[in-house]
């Protein structure tokens, strides 16, 4: 995944590189901006709703993809 290692670290990359504002992201997609602000600041996870919202809104859609354990 290209040195993220989880969802959350890919989730605040894709919000930080998307050229918009916080505030711009809340307004696009409805997702509370305090809860959005918390989640970029580590202070707080954002539900799976907020999540779909952020996703949805920046046009991302999430890839499931099995990860192989070391041998």
Do not use: C, E, P
Request: aromatic share 4%; glycine share 12%; proline share 0%.
């Amino acid at each position: 995944m290209h040195g993220m290692d989880n969802f959350t670290t890919a989730l605040k990359a894709a919000i930080q590189t998307s050229g918009l504002s916080q505030y711009a992201i809340a307004k696009l997609t409805g997702a509370d901006k305090g809860q959005l602000s918390r989640f970029m600041h580590g202070q707080r996870g954002l539900t799976l709703d907020s999540a779909d919202k952020v996703l949805a809104g920046l046009g991302l859609a999430v890839r499931l993809v099995r990860v192989r354990k070391g041998r």
